[in-house]
């Protein structure tokens, strides 16, 4: 008798809390509507929006991320430094899995090999790669136990040929030596199940949605912050 080993798709989607997931994948695509509303408010040439929006987007998307590890303090998102901490990125600490997000322009296109996402990618230690279908398998079995630490990138891309709306919102995954798999989790076919969800989601976006209005006129740091 074969015994079912579910794929990392299945182990993430199990093991997080829907309404999180669900939450995760409006944040970015609500991220996505900012970005673009801010540079058409600005009044931009379509030339400088061409090489803007995908800076603009990121802060969106981090800034909403934040805001809901805010409202939703059973998960920790917070903003790292890179390791020459030139840069910053979101991340989203689960207790059972570490997320990064990254956009691309197409869902076949993965993000440009960065220091800190293979050093997440290390840390992963219970799982190992099915040679017949090519994911990652728990090593561990037992539903109940901890999973160890599992490393993955939420990818955001638009639609074919409408480079300015969001077309898809992956969960894909990596081993430990940074090899993206053909697992993937699609955040965009996610839907609540129950009255309580959708409850909860509702809240959960009005919070966030409060935090942004109340940061919405906080000025820039003081002259005195170190800026580089």
């Known amino acids: 008798m074969t015994t ?6 299945i182990t993430l989607q199990t093991k997080t809390d829907r309404v ?6 409006r944040q970015i695509a609500a991220a996505w509507q900012d970005a673009r509303d801010e540079m058409v408010s600005a009044g931009y040439r379509r ?3 061409y090489y803007q929006f995908a800076q603009t987007l990121r802060a969106r998307v981090d800034h909403r991320l ?3 590890g805010n409202a939703y303090p059973r998960y920790n998102i917070r903003m790292e430094p890179t390791k020459k901490k030139g840069a910053y990125f979101a991340l989203i600490d689960l207790p059972h899995a570490k997320l990064t997000t990254s956009a691309v322009r ?3 296109e993965l993000p440009r090999d960065a220091h800190f996402r293979n050093q997440l990618a290390r840390l992963q230690t219970a799982f190992d790669i099915d040679p017949n279908n090519n994911t990652l ?11 160890g630490v599992l490393y993955a990138v939420v990818l955001h891309g638009p ?3 409408q480079r300015y709306e969001l077309g898809f919102v992956d969960i ?18 996610l839907n609540l199940e129950t009255d309580q969800e959708i409850t909860e989601a509702r809240e959960l976006e009005s919070k966030v949605a409060l935090a942004l209005r109340s940061n919405a006129n906080v000025g820039l740091p003081l002259a005195e912050d170190n800026l580089g």
């Open 66 to 68: 934040t805001e809901l």
């Open 137 to 147: 398998i728990m090593l561990n079995m037992d539903p109940d136990e901890d999973l």
């Open 4 to 9: 079912f080993k579910p794929t990392l798709a």
């Open 172 to 189: 894909a995954f990596l081993d430990a030596d940074g090899v993206y798999l053909e697992d993937r989790l699609h955040l965009d076919h």
């Open 20 to 25: 999180f997931l669900h939450q995760l994948y």
């Open 106 to 108: 197409r869902s076949t």
């Open 47 to 49: 030339e400088i929006i």
């Open 159 to 161: 639609k074919r040929h």
